[in-house]
């Protein structure tokens, strides 16, 4: 650091400086408890900003350590017993075993409850029970930090139950849509002669992962939570091909979100991270190779996933990506609608329209929209020619969004000589 501190440090020179890692150091900005400034895109922190808070917790640990009152040789007797006896977490109830886990206390101003490091670790309500924050509150914190910039977004459980059940309902029609599959390794097609019965469905919202959600929020309904969708469809290879029985493929859709942050707070601020993902893939991968299977995964999150995860999968900056001989993987940002895929991987192509894009009727629907604003902004006569033109789409598709105005009312669809069909508001 030298000998001269500057005004304004970043995360890792703090770290540095205090001897922490560059995520503790994060963690209290984030949670606020360190200010700090974002200058193009990077934390500063005031050096006379860091002092006020050692000098805070100084104080802190000084008030917690005080000897009790009494006769000198009292609190030497004291000092000398046994361990002071475990507390309850003012928060959850757990049993607190000494100072290694407790996490802090009541952030209410006057006082002073025990929490634990779990209940701790919730940046957004380390209150007690009497003192906790609502759903609302919570999120109305987390909007306020990410306007401030100082977390990347927040996406109620909500929003999120509604991506997934959104993208599971796609790809089931999109991969029903289709006569047969043709398999990325060999060629080999298979046909379906029902998908329902090839088809196999998830959810990671059972009962006993409610129940154990239900001892931090006891009165938690899972209506209000994502269920960890997955859908997954398994075409055994016809049987006339020399290829080992054993071996299927595997076409899969699979939503995570994380259930703990959703059910506690009622929104999610955390991008899906490497870690997670390196899990779940080396466990799949693990998996195909016992059963000498091949899938074609998709990982969707509502929230989205951290640069470090997408370049996991697309590679490039100096990573290598994940590649295995018994999965060919990409990534779903249901929030952006964005896709990541390693690009050099032939084997994945192919199924990448079924992970992405609209289905038919929302693509209706949207032009209805569309067709709608324009002609509440004008009281002009549109040709669903130009519409189509104008939008890239067929015109088919632009007269089924008109008739679904038709039916709406407040709109007429009308053919005049030249022009071919039109549509307009009613008089």
Known sequence: MGSQLKEFLTIQEVAEWLGVSDKTVSRLV??????????????????????????????LLQSRTRPPEGPPLQASVERAGPAAPAVSCARCGRLVKGLAQRGGD???????????????????????????????????????????????????????RQREFTFIERFEQKIEETPYLTGPLDGVKYPVASWDAIRLRSRELDEARLA????????????????NLGSCYNLPKPRSRTERRGAMLSICASVFSDLEEMAANGFSASLTGRAFLLKILEDRAAANKATDSFTV???????????????????????????????????????????????????????????????????????????????????????????????GVEESTVKEACLLLEKEGGFQMETFPGFGLTISRKS
């Open 212 to 227: 154990r959600l239900r001892l931090v929020q006891p009165e938690l309904s899972p209506d209000l939570l994502p269920q």
């Open 297 to 391: 995964q998709g990982l969707a999150s509502p929230v989205g996933w951290t640069r470090e995860a997408a370049e996991m999968i697309e590679g490039g900056n100096g990573t290598t990506s994940f590649s295995s001989l018994y999965i060919a993987v990409c990534l779903i940002d249901l929030g952006a609608g964005r896709l990541f895929f390693n690009p050099t991987d032939t084997r994945l192509k192919p199924f990448i329209p079924l992970f992405l894009g609209e289905l038919y009727y929302e693509t209706v629907q949207k032009i209805a929209g569309q067709v709608r604003e324009r002609l509440a902004q004008s009281r002009s006569i549109m040709t669903l020619k130009d519409v189509a033109e104008k939008l």
């Open 106 to 160: 009541c952030q209410e101003p006057d006082c002073r409850l025990p929490l634990c490091r779990t209940c701790w670790s919730n940046d957004y309500d380390r209150y007690c029970r009497q003192h906790r924050r609502s759903r609302e509150q919570k999120l109305e914190m987390a909007r306020l930090r990410h306007a401030r910039g100082e977390i990347p977004l927040a996406v109620t459980a909500e929003e999120a």
């Open 30 to 59: 984030l949670s606020g408890q360190l200010p700090a400034t974002k200058v193009g895109g990077l934390y500063r922190l005031r050096h006379a900003d860091i002092q006020e808070y050692l000098e805070k917790q100084k104080l």
